[in-house]
Protein backbone atom coordinates (compact mmCIF):
# COMPACT_ATOMS: atom_id res chain seq x y z
CA UNK A 1 0.00 0.00 0.00
CA UNK A 2 1.15 3.86 -0.19
CA UNK A 3 0.04 7.04 0.25
CA UNK A 4 0.14 9.81 -2.55
CA UNK A 5 0.79 13.55 -1.54
CA UNK A 6 -0.16 15.94 -3.72
CA UNK A 7 -1.48 19.69 -4.68
CA UNK A 8 -5.22 19.81 -4.98
CA UNK A 9 -7.38 23.44 -5.71
CA UNK A 10 -10.64 24.43 -5.40
CA UNK A 11 -11.04 23.61 -8.93
CA UNK A 12 -10.31 19.75 -8.47
CA UNK A 13 -13.42 19.65 -6.56
CA UNK A 14 -15.74 20.91 -9.66
CA UNK A 15 -16.51 19.22 -12.86
CA UNK A 16 -13.75 19.09 -14.89
CA UNK A 17 -14.06 19.46 -18.83
CA UNK A 18 -14.03 16.47 -20.41
CA UNK A 19 -13.42 14.77 -24.04
CA UNK A 20 -14.56 11.76 -26.18
CA UNK A 21 -11.82 11.13 -29.06
CA UNK A 22 -11.63 8.01 -31.53
CA UNK A 23 -9.02 5.13 -31.35
CA UNK A 24 -7.46 6.74 -34.45
CA UNK A 25 -7.39 10.41 -32.80
CA UNK A 26 -5.80 7.90 -29.48
CA UNK A 27 -2.94 6.42 -32.15
CA UNK A 28 -2.33 9.33 -33.99
CA UNK A 29 -2.04 11.51 -30.14
CA UNK A 30 0.29 8.52 -28.50
CA UNK A 31 2.41 9.03 -31.86
CA UNK A 32 2.48 12.43 -31.48
CA UNK A 33 3.83 12.57 -27.98
CA UNK A 34 6.25 9.90 -28.72
CA UNK A 35 7.99 12.75 -31.92
CA UNK A 36 7.77 15.21 -29.36
CA UNK A 37 9.25 13.58 -26.73
CA UNK A 38 12.40 12.35 -28.95
CA UNK A 39 12.44 15.53 -30.32
CA UNK A 40 12.37 17.65 -27.31
CA UNK A 41 14.22 14.88 -24.84
CA UNK A 42 11.69 15.35 -22.53
CA UNK A 43 9.38 12.18 -21.27
CA UNK A 44 5.57 13.24 -22.26
CA UNK A 45 3.81 9.76 -21.83
CA UNK A 46 3.40 7.92 -18.37
CA UNK A 47 3.57 5.03 -18.94
CA UNK A 48 4.60 4.72 -22.51
CA UNK A 49 3.94 1.26 -23.23
CA UNK A 50 2.47 0.51 -26.55
CA UNK A 51 2.42 -3.11 -26.31
CA UNK A 52 -0.01 -3.34 -23.09
CA UNK A 53 -3.39 -3.09 -24.87
CA UNK A 54 -4.68 -1.71 -21.26
CA UNK A 55 -2.01 1.35 -20.79
CA UNK A 56 -2.39 2.25 -24.23
CA UNK A 57 -5.90 3.31 -22.96
CA UNK A 58 -5.05 4.03 -19.59
CA UNK A 59 -2.48 6.42 -19.12
CA UNK A 60 -1.30 10.62 -18.61
CA UNK A 61 0.70 12.92 -20.45
CA UNK A 62 2.31 15.89 -20.25
CA UNK A 63 1.09 18.99 -22.88
CA UNK A 64 2.75 21.83 -21.52
CA UNK A 65 5.60 21.87 -22.85
CA UNK A 66 3.77 21.78 -26.31
CA UNK A 67 2.11 24.32 -28.17
CA UNK A 68 -1.96 24.66 -27.86
CA UNK A 69 -2.36 24.63 -31.37
CA UNK A 70 0.18 21.14 -31.53
CA UNK A 71 -1.89 19.09 -29.61
CA UNK A 72 -5.17 19.63 -30.82
CA UNK A 73 -4.58 19.64 -34.29
CA UNK A 74 -3.79 15.79 -33.29
CA UNK A 75 -7.65 15.80 -33.47
CA UNK A 76 -8.67 18.46 -35.65
CA UNK A 77 -9.01 21.63 -33.09
CA UNK A 78 -12.40 19.54 -31.67
CA UNK A 79 -13.28 21.82 -29.14
CA UNK A 80 -14.12 19.58 -26.02
CA UNK A 81 -10.17 18.72 -26.62
CA UNK A 82 -9.72 22.17 -26.94
CA UNK A 83 -10.75 22.72 -22.93
CA UNK A 84 -9.14 19.88 -21.68
CA UNK A 85 -5.61 20.44 -22.98
CA UNK A 86 -6.30 24.17 -22.37
CA UNK A 87 -7.60 24.30 -18.48
CA UNK A 88 -4.49 21.21 -17.91
CA UNK A 89 -2.03 23.63 -19.44
CA UNK A 90 -3.80 26.40 -17.41
CA UNK A 91 -3.13 24.20 -14.37
CA UNK A 92 0.04 23.02 -14.73
CA UNK A 93 -1.69 19.49 -15.46
CA UNK A 94 -1.01 16.41 -17.33
CA UNK A 95 -3.97 14.89 -19.30
CA UNK A 96 -5.44 11.83 -18.34
CA UNK A 97 -6.80 9.19 -21.39
CA UNK A 98 -8.52 6.31 -19.81
CA UNK A 99 -11.39 3.92 -21.64
CA UNK A 100 -14.67 3.62 -20.14
CA UNK A 101 -15.23 -0.45 -20.34
CA UNK A 102 -18.45 -0.36 -20.42
CA UNK A 103 -19.29 1.55 -23.71
CA UNK A 104 -15.61 1.25 -25.16
CA UNK A 105 -15.36 4.90 -24.84
CA UNK A 106 -12.38 6.57 -24.89
CA UNK A 107 -12.19 9.77 -22.44
CA UNK A 108 -9.26 12.26 -21.75
CA UNK A 109 -9.90 14.48 -19.16
CA UNK A 110 -7.46 17.00 -16.87
CA UNK A 111 -5.16 14.85 -14.82
CA UNK A 112 -4.94 15.18 -10.85
CA UNK A 113 -0.96 14.46 -11.19
CA UNK A 114 1.33 17.92 -12.00
CA UNK A 115 2.86 18.45 -14.95
CA UNK A 116 6.15 17.78 -13.93
CA UNK A 117 5.13 14.63 -11.67
CA UNK A 118 6.60 15.74 -8.50
CA UNK A 119 3.57 14.09 -6.31
CA UNK A 120 4.97 11.75 -3.64
CA UNK A 121 4.37 8.10 -3.97
CA UNK A 122 5.39 6.73 -0.70
CA UNK A 123 4.60 3.84 1.19
CA UNK A 124 2.50 3.63 4.16
CA UNK A 125 5.03 3.33 6.79
CA UNK A 126 7.33 6.08 5.35
CA UNK A 127 3.95 8.27 4.80
CA UNK A 128 3.11 7.91 7.99
CA UNK A 129 6.69 8.94 9.14
CA UNK A 130 6.45 11.47 7.32
CA UNK A 131 3.54 12.77 8.85
CA UNK A 132 4.57 12.29 12.45
CA UNK A 133 7.72 13.96 11.17
CA UNK A 134 5.58 17.60 10.09
CA UNK A 135 3.51 16.74 13.67
CA UNK A 136 0.72 15.61 12.20
CA UNK A 137 -1.88 12.74 12.94
CA UNK A 138 -0.54 9.56 10.39
CA UNK A 139 -3.57 9.10 9.00
CA UNK A 140 -3.86 7.63 5.54
CA UNK A 141 -6.80 10.49 4.01
CA UNK A 142 -6.31 14.18 4.76
CA UNK A 143 -5.64 17.68 4.19
CA UNK A 144 -3.64 20.53 5.50
CA UNK A 145 -2.98 24.46 3.73
CA UNK A 146 -0.44 25.35 1.69
CA UNK A 147 0.86 28.56 4.03
CA UNK A 148 -0.03 25.46 7.60
CA UNK A 149 3.26 23.21 5.95
CA UNK A 150 4.93 25.98 4.80
CA UNK A 151 5.54 27.17 8.40
CA UNK A 152 5.88 23.29 9.92
CA UNK A 153 9.05 22.87 7.06
CA UNK A 154 10.10 26.59 8.49
CA UNK A 155 9.94 25.32 11.78
CA UNK A 156 13.78 23.71 13.08
CA UNK A 157 11.99 21.52 15.34
CA UNK A 158 10.17 19.76 12.81
CA UNK A 159 13.01 19.18 11.04
CA UNK A 160 15.10 17.96 13.56
CA UNK A 161 11.56 15.02 14.17
CA UNK A 162 12.06 14.66 10.96
CA UNK A 163 15.44 13.71 11.59
CA UNK A 164 14.37 11.57 14.12
CA UNK A 165 12.03 9.46 12.07
CA UNK A 166 14.40 9.32 8.94
CA UNK A 167 12.24 10.92 6.43
CA UNK A 168 14.60 14.14 5.84
CA UNK A 169 15.11 13.09 2.46
CA UNK A 170 11.11 13.66 1.71
CA UNK A 171 11.21 16.85 2.71
CA UNK A 172 13.47 18.72 -0.51
CA UNK A 173 10.69 16.32 -2.23
CA UNK A 174 7.93 17.82 -0.52
CA UNK A 175 9.22 21.46 -0.75
CA UNK A 176 9.54 20.40 -4.68
CA UNK A 177 5.64 19.52 -4.44
CA UNK A 178 5.00 23.06 -2.22
CA UNK A 179 6.46 25.07 -5.80
CA UNK A 180 3.62 24.03 -7.60
CA UNK A 181 1.11 25.51 -5.46
CA UNK A 182 2.02 29.08 -6.14
CA UNK A 183 -0.33 29.31 -9.19
CA UNK A 184 -3.29 28.87 -6.75
CA UNK A 185 -4.44 30.73 -4.01
CA UNK A 186 -6.85 28.26 -2.88
CA UNK A 187 -3.73 25.11 -3.17
CA UNK A 188 -3.96 22.66 -0.10
CA UNK A 189 -1.52 19.43 0.50
CA UNK A 190 -3.65 16.66 0.60
CA UNK A 191 -3.07 13.14 1.10
CA UNK A 192 -4.86 9.28 0.13
Known amino acids: MSITFRIATAADDQLRPTATITARQLAAFRAFLREESERTS????????????????HFEA????????????VFDFQTD?????????FRCRRVAVYRIEETGT??????????LGVELDL???SAYA???GLGLRPDS??????????ARLANP?????????????????LDQLLATADADDTSRLEWA
Request: proline share 4%; net charge negative; charged share 25%.
Open 123 to 125: ATA
Open 62 to 73: RVCPLALAAVTN
Open 130 to 132: LLE
Open 42 to 57: TALLDPDAAEDAFLSY
Open 141 to 150: VGEIPIDAVR
Open 157 to 173: AVRRRADEHGVTAYLDR
Open 106 to 115: IMMRVALTSD
Open 81 to 89: VISVVEEAQ
